[in-house]
Each structure stands twice: as structure tokens, then as C-alpha cells.
């Protein structure tokens, strides 16, 4: 047990001086469990192992700072769940987005009513198959959360064109939704 402590310790001194056979050695220690750590907050296995790998390329560039306080495992573990966190937490933050941009858009515009089985994945569909200057004007108002002085300013166009833009992308995402529900046989 000792042994195998030391030679961690050794291993993880090599790696403070940037020995990349060492990086590796210490990666193939670590990169399963940490895998399953990762796993376990996000439930999808190829992000797990990006989650993972991002882990350890933050745990690589920062280990000076590691000063064997506790084990080296326990270290990257807390690098590995403050990163599958902080992804849980963009993945949330994007979903919140777009169901309120959705939910804001059918309150402010009555006639914009689309059917309950349409999912926040086909509206963002939709809007990518429209024209650039619909397209561009509908994720910067619906999904990034831009008003239109702000749009305008962005795209150098009028605030009037880009709610002109925002009209007439909705009307064209509405009836994309139509025909695709309709095709679908909803």
C-alpha cells in the first residue's frame, strides 16, 4: 500500500514538471473511475468522457496547486464533479432559455400557438432550416435573449427590420411546424 502511495506521489511530481509518460501513466490510473464519476451526474456516456478528459487537462495544467492535502484521486474527483456541474449547468441554463423564449413568444403574440407534442428540438429546427436574416434575428431574440436595439445594433440593421424579421420568422417557423406536424400525421 505504501509502495503504491509513493509511487503516485512520484508519478504526480513528474507530472508537476510536465513528463507527459507520467500524464499518461497517472490518466490511465484515474480515467475509468473518473469516467464513472462523470457518468453518474450526466447519464450520457460520450459526455462523461469529455467531461473526463476536460477534467484532466484542468487537472494537468493546475497541479502545482495539488499539495497531496488529500489523495490525488479525491483531488480530481472534485475537478471532475465541479465539471460535470458546471456542464449540468449549461445544459439546464439552455433549456430554461429556450422554454421561456418559447413560452414569452406565445404570450406576447396570441396568434402564435403551437400544438403541445412540438418539443424545444423542433423549434430550434426550424428556425435553422429558415432564410440567414429570419434565422439570425430568431436566435438572437428567442434563444440568446437580445431585444431589438440590441439586435440591431448586432446585425447593423434597423430596430423596425429586425421586428419586421422576428414577424415574419415566427409566421415561417409556425408554418413549418404545421406542415411538419401535419406530415407526421399529428
Known sequence: MKSTKQFHQKLIRACQKNDKKAQLQLYKSYS???FLVAYRYVKDQFLAEDIMQEAFIKAFKNITSYKGEVSFGAWLKKIVINQSIDELKKKKLVMVSINS??????EENSTWEIDNSVTSQMI???INKQKEKYRLVLTLYLLEGYDHKEISEILGITEVTSRTHLMRGKKLIKEHLKFTNHAEGY
Not at 423564449?101 to 406565445?106: D, F, S
Open 101 to 106: 423564449e418559447i413560452h414569452k413568444v406565445q
Open 124 to 126: 430550434i429546427e426550424a
Open 32 to 34: 475509468k473511475a473518473m
